[in-house]
């Protein structure tokens, strides 16, 4: 059996071995393994949201087998929220690994773009620049809690009153409504759409990025090319 030469390897190989070859010297292995790690936090944000939808249900479960009536008196009360805190903080942790996936998507993404020959997928993650900066904005609300909340260094400037309707005005410190999370003045959709969006955003940057490499290796690696 004739041995495959390298050009005719690689035109056969994954796709973080072909970026390695044909990008610019300043930018090959960092966009190589770029595209190794956005496949992973893709993957991990799928993970995350089945997680997310189990700990929904798990606190939901809760609420159907142990909320207290009006007569059960303030002690039952008590009790209940205590035991709510803690059926829902897998909910909490899980949503700030859904939001953690999101944002290294996005450094991926922007690492595996930098090279100038792939300006074409560049514009198809820049074309999503504000979805991608809302979500890593999530993530700051995580990362940086302690400095939201009172007495905290961004208090004031992060912490908007917002009102309700039918309610008095309030700062949500955190809080999940339906498919959505709350920070603030701020809403997320953690749901299975959110999910859809973040493929749809990769998918498009991947679309664009595909042909180009192709194009490029066939270009350094002509006999390759010819000869599959």
Same mark, same amino acid.
């Given at each position: 059996?004739?041995?495959?030469?390298?050009?005719? *390897?690689?035109?056969?190989?994954?796709?973080?071995?072909? #970026?390695? /070859?044909?990008?610019?010297?300043?930018? /090959?292995?960092?966009?190589?393994?770029?595209?190794?790690?956005?496949?992973?936090?893709?993957?991990?944000?799928?993970?995350?949201?089945?997680?997310?939808?189990?700990?929904?249900?798990?606190?939901?479960?809760? #609420?159907?087998?142990?909320?207290? %009536?009006?007569?059960?008196?303030?002690?039952?009360?008590?009790?209940?929220?205590?035991?709510? %805190?803690?059926?829902?903080?897998?909910? #909490?942790?899980?949503?700030?690994?859904?939001?953690?996936?999101?944002?290294?998507?996005?450094?991926? *993404?922007?690492?595996?773009?930098?090279?100038?020959?792939?300006?074409? /997928? %560049?514009?198809?993650?820049?074309?999503?620049?504000?979805?991608?900066?809302?979500?890593?904005?999530? %993530?700051?609300?995580?990362?940086?809690?302690?400095?939201?909340?009172?007495?905290?260094?961004?208090?004031?400037?992060?912490?908007?009153?917002?009102?309700?309707?039918?309610?008095?005005?309030?700062? #949500?410190?955190?809080?999940?409504?339906?498919?959505?999370?709350?920070?603030?003045?701020?809403?997320?959709?953690?749901?299975?759409?959110? *999910?859809?969006?973040?493929?749809?955003?990769?998918?498009?940057? *991947?679309?664009?990025?595909?042909?180009?490499?192709?194009?490029?290796?066939?270009?350094?690696?002509?006999?390759?090319?010819?000869?599959?």
């Amino acid at each position: 059996m004739e041995q495959l030469s390298f050009a005719e *390897l690689l035109i056969q190989a994954p796709y973080a071995d072909k #970026i390695n /070859a044909i990008a610019s010297d300043e930018y /090959a292995q960092a966009a190589s393994y770029a595209y190794n790690r956005l496949l992973t936090y893709k993957a991990a944000a799928a993970k995350q949201l089945e997680r997310m939808q189990e700990a929904k249900a798990v606190s939901a479960r809760y #609420i159907v087998a142990n909320e207290p %009536r009006a007569a059960d008196g303030w002690l039952a009360m008590k009790n209940f929220v205590e035991g709510y %805190r803690d059926a829902a903080a897998s909910l #909490i942790y899980e949503t700030h690994f859904y939001f953690i996936a999101w944002h290294n998507c996005s450094e991926m *993404l922007e690492t595996l773009t930098k090279d100038p020959a792939f300006r074409e /997928a %560049r514009k198809a993650y820049t074309k999503n620049a504000k979805m991608w900066h809302h979500y890593k904005a999530a %993530r700051h609300s995580f990362e940086h809690f302690a400095d939201r909340l009172p007495g905290g260094s961004e208090h004031e400037r992060k912490m908007v009153e917002v009102t309700p309707p039918g309610g008095s005005p309030l700062k #949500i410190f955190f809080g999940f409504v339906g498919d959505n999370y709350e920070h603030s003045d701020q809403v997320w959709d953690i749901g299975q759409a959110s *999910l859809d969006n973040l493929y749809g955003a990769i998918d498009a940057v *991947l679309s664009a990025l595909y042909p180009i490499v192709d194009k490029l290796v066939a270009e350094k690696f002509p006999r390759g090319a010819k000869e599959l």
